[in-house]
């Protein structure tokens, strides 16, 4: 376990590490191989619940269908998932299948249907093979349990290499709370809201009220700061649940510990965001562009995420190439105010441009630098007080060749 300031990091956590808690996964044939394509996660107590969801104009039926739950009281008790099928751009019977999903697992489970959201990923396009989901349904309460974290984030994968989960624990009124999430996500990431799919939970004592409001601000710095390819999926959600179970008073933003709490649930949003990044279709590192001295924290952020998702950026980090002329035409291109005498562009610590004018540097060390699993770009705008962090990963062929063949 690792203290991080006010909260520590429980490296063995998974989702149902918080009270109340239980997961599992199982392959019901939505994939061709035996990989988990089907999980759930499962509280004991109807949980507080936020969410936050695709901008994308095509919101997959699975989404509508988790937002009909969430509107009928504020509350979720279960969370269903299938990877291998996205349940998107599948008209009425899309939609009909993603109801009768949830009205399958709350007959299993003994609970309301608005307590149960659901959500899917895959390819978009393609009717769920029902009978094969609805089997796994049925099957699937004996394989959630409290040590079945594991399973569910194998069954929420798709091309990803790694599954992705966080866990933190935080000191809350005297009393022990934990926050833990739980991620997929490695292609069609350029988020307007959050990542392909996310599952936070917590035992916190908290409204669904102040619990979105938590979110909202989390994703802004986290969720929405990366990318990997510039597509925004019409899957993306993420849903947080809380037990309440650890007691205590409730968190509002006038409780003591709010601010603690707000770091942990912060640390786990980025933890897993990063991951993704790192986590692209093909990718070999993890690129973090800092923009420091902007005239306004809304400048800093579009001209991170546009450097961050420059393809020519992207190409060059792979190809350990320390064109800073990439960097700098992303950076004019933001559409924010810049002064164009004054940037400065470091690779990691290395100088390479500083007021806007080329600098000496050992290309053999940049070249060194950037073959790392980890590329660090900071621009330094000396234009104000506001910053931004993004997070993205290199261009590859592999991406071409995983895409190509997407469903084949």
Known sequence: MTLLGRFTVVPDGTVTTPQGFRAGGLHCGLKKTERYDLGAIVCDVPAAVAAVYTLNAFQAAPLLVTQESVAAGGKLQAMLVNSGNANACTGEQGLADAREMRAALARQLGLAENLVGVTSTGVIGELLPMPKVLSGIEALPEKVHAEGGDDFCQAILTTDLVKKVACVRVNVGGREVHVAGAAKGSG????????????????????????????????????????????????????????????????????????????????????????????????????????????????????????????????????????????????GRAGQPVQTETVDVQLGDIMVLSQSRPVKFDEDRAEEYLKGDFVQINVNLHMGNSSATAWGCDLTYDYVRINAAYRT
């Open 188 to 331: 069609m990431i350029h988020p307007n809201m959050a990542t392909m799919l996310g599952f936070v939970t917590t035992d916190a004592n908290i409204s669904s009220e102040h619990l979105q409001q938590l979110l909202s601000a989390a994703t802004d710095s986290t969720f929405n700061m990366i990318t990997v390819d510039g597509d925004t999926s019409t899957n993306d959600m993420v849903v947080v649940m809380a037990s309440g179970l650890a007691g205590g008073d409730a968190l509002t933003p006038d409780h003591p510990d709010w601010e603690a709490f707000a770091v942990a649930f912060g640390y786990v949003s980025e933890h897993l965001a990063k991951m993704i990044a790192r986590d692209g279709e093909g990718a070999t590192k993890l690129i973090e562009v800092n923009v420091l001295g902007a005239a306004s924290r809304d400048a800093a952020r579009a001209i991170a995420k546009t450097v961050i998702g420059s393809s020519l950026v992207k190409t060059a980090c792979f190809g350990a190439d320390a064109n800073w002329g990439r960097i700098i035409a992303a950076v």
